[in-house]
């Protein structure tokens, strides 16, 4: 079926749309930075360089390492940029441009998300690394989806329980990582967690300034809720909808989360610049080794 030019948009050359990226221009493995500024802090590492495009806050860098073509892409924040993304680079590989039909045959891509995140468990480390296992999202995205096939009820159902979820905010829904992408890179430096995705970085995660929110005991709700052994670890505002479309569009996707903060605690990182470069050469090296 012929995609119209109000669904498939594509600009002048071709590009797709926001990303303005040509099929040719994406690596099959992608990291992806919410950070604009923060592409380069990766692709400063790459042995050459061969592409550099930019548009809104949606920033490319494609290059090699070790041999290992990869391209680092900028997000923005919050999982309606993540929407935009996951959906336009899944057509940079599986929709043929010049037909505007999807490709017979299927590309894969491994989609590695390097970010900061805030623990809600005082146990996990100022500076620690986390890969989520599971993310449980706030925000509506997978709900426009037809995604019942991917979500585990049975997590969401006693999540809403626990927290006597208010019936005007969206229903959280729970989506795991690749497990096989995760075991390239796994090791003992990474604690495993469960985060939660949030709609806004204030409010919908316990801050307050000026405002009163809604629920002042979330995030202590949030640190006891448990299930069969599994409590949710840290709050960021991407790693859901990566998984949840990741799963959706037949690609591979983990989350690794620098914790900067510990909201439990009420410490920040001395050295958050550091951290992050450390879990970017972490990163890089299990994929390239």
Known sequence: MKLESSELILNADKSIYHLNLLPEDIANTVITVGDPDRVSEVS????????????????????????????????????????????ELDALVNIDFDKREVKEKHTQLDIIRIGTSGAIQPHIPIDSFLLSEYAIGFDSLLRFYDAESILDDKIQDRFIAHTQWSKHKSTPYVVNFDADLASIIDSELLVKGFTATNVGFYGPQGRKLRLKTEDENLNSKLASFEYNGLNITNLEMETSGIYGLSKLLGHRAVSLNCIVANRSTGEFSATPTKSIETLIQYTLKKLTE
């Not at 806050?57 to 290992?68: A, D, M, R, S």
């Open 44 to 87: 400063k590492h790459f042995d050459s360089i061969e592409l550099k495009k930019g548009k809104r806050e949606f920033i490319t860098h494609t290059g090699v390492l070790n041999g290992k073509r990869i391209s680092v892409v900028s997000t923005g924040i919050g999982t309606d940029n993540i929407d935009i993304v996951l959906n």
